[in-house]
């Protein structure tokens, strides 16, 4: 039997965004959640593998006691275990040390994988570095971006697009995927799944001190990085302003702009008859 | 390990097409530019099979040192080479900083090598600046964007970013330029690598998707209604452009949800984006990345869409379609 593991991950709905002005970090447990769309993509493929194939899926996250529903809904969806990482000591890990915390985690909880698959990016801070970090820390092949997996005994194939080239890429188990949004549309979640899931109690929760960690350790051997400041983007332009009657608006914009569209859409667009404006 | 060496900024040589070449060119010149406030040399990592056009090349564009290894065995781009090739050099150089495109190829190979060297990353920076204190200042946007963060690696070398293509001006070149090319062989007792690369070929065109189209024409609620919404289409086909809507809009049935754009559905970054009847909630322009010129109607003008826009029009979103439509039906000539 395949073992896979998904790593998803809970991103805040950004309804507002309670950031900690002192830390520079978002405050995740005050913001709604949702599953990452991207881990949303990598549990589908799962799923797909182990709708073909004999395959066991364990879903794992790291966040806020909040980051359970996200497991609940991977249960719902057809994952066979979960797997919750959460401990404040934990809280504002960068890439570096989230990945050395999930391979400590994994190899805790489940050692035999042969398939780790991660989103390729999430869309809250989209760096996409935690996959191939993940692989590094448990020295794995890997392939980013992926956008369809073939399994054949212990091979794995996998196609993708990275900078404009089609590539088709081999592997052996175990190895390491992060899956794009390109394919493996996400399946919807049955209200009846979903409430079952909330009704067994299946999900292991793993604190820092479990996975071998304090306070020292995670200062030494976490993260590398730390974020001086976050701000909002200001309003980026000085705009130019338009108001009045439709027709008179339309008119200005394009005498204005007309050779800036015509550039991008590769077509002359004429300038105004003179006769049409007086 | 000698401490007297000059300090050292490198940049990874991606050249692999032309698109990554110039992310390449861009990071010398920033490096260039870098090097002067900490007192740096830049070097430029090249490896590959017959590579010195790109020695003569980045050499021109500003590099002070190249480090080369031409070798057959790296005739194809492969991660886990690279991996153990610069492992080794940076061990025995330590480098103070190392930038990388943010390219594909740059995001999934940058991680890794990172971690490999126990140093910090950022991801796909908008700016690069020395702080007083002499650290390397990483701006990296988040949320589509919508945030910034700078962030600085303070205790591990070296400091290491993949920055986004064209946040840079590359230096024109200059042939006359010199620098110092060492030609390195390749390593002995490389690892064997275990990816296999089986087929590749470049894609001429990316296939079309609303990912990569350089016009959108997005509707939100404030188009109407559902036959209001679809004349959207119309400007689309007209601009050779694709639709895109909001979440509302969405769960109205007046667009299907391949089309949704924002967090939790397509991010986008077209050339020109209209933007009509939209009032830019954030789960919306979390989607909209780096669109480089913002059109947007709407109704209401302390609408955070208009803000955000280059040229905002005041006024009903389908009247103003509308009249676009017509007019650009007169106007656009073949």
Redesign the interface.
Known sequence: MLKLVVCIKQIP???E?PWDEKT?TLRRDLAAG?MN?ACKHALEAALQIKETLSAKITVITMGPPSAEEILREALALGADEAILICDRLLAGS???AT?LILKEAIQKKCPKFDLILCGAYT???????????L???LDL?????VEKLEIEGRTL?VRR????????????FPALVTISM?NYKPRYTGLAGLENAFEENDIAVLDAKSLGFNAASIETKG???????????K???G??????A??H???E??DK??R??GT?????????NLNDKK | MTKNRKKSIWVFGDYRNYYQNRVTLQLIARAVALAKTIDAEVCALIFGYEIDEWIMEYTAHGADRILAIDDPALKSYSTERYLAIIEKLAKERDPEIILIGATDFGREFAPRLAKRLKTGLSADCVGLEITEDGLLLQIAPSFGGNMLAEIVTEFHRPQMATVRPGTFKEIPHDYERTAIVERLPLMKGLPKPRVRLIEYERSIEKEHTIENASVIVCGGRGMGNKEKFKKLQELAKLLGGDVGATRPVVYAGWADHNVLVGQAGKHIKPKILFSFGISGAIQHTAGLGEADFIVAINKNPQATMLKMADVAVVGDASDVLNHLIKELRKRIRE
Request: a neutral charge.
């Open positions: 709905r950004v309804t965004l520079g949702m769309p960068d890439t570096f990945s869309a809250d801070s989209e760096t996409a570095q935690v996959g191939p970090q692989a590094e820390e092949p890997a392939a980013a971006y194939r697009l990275v900078d404009n080239f089609r590539e088709t890429l081999e592997m052996e390109e993260s590398r990085t730390k974020v001086r400041k976050v701000f909002l983007r309003a980026p332009k705009n130019v302003i338009l108001q009045g439709a027709s608006v339309v008119n914009f394009l702009y007309q800036k569209i991008v859409i590769g077509k002359s667009i004429e300038e105004k």
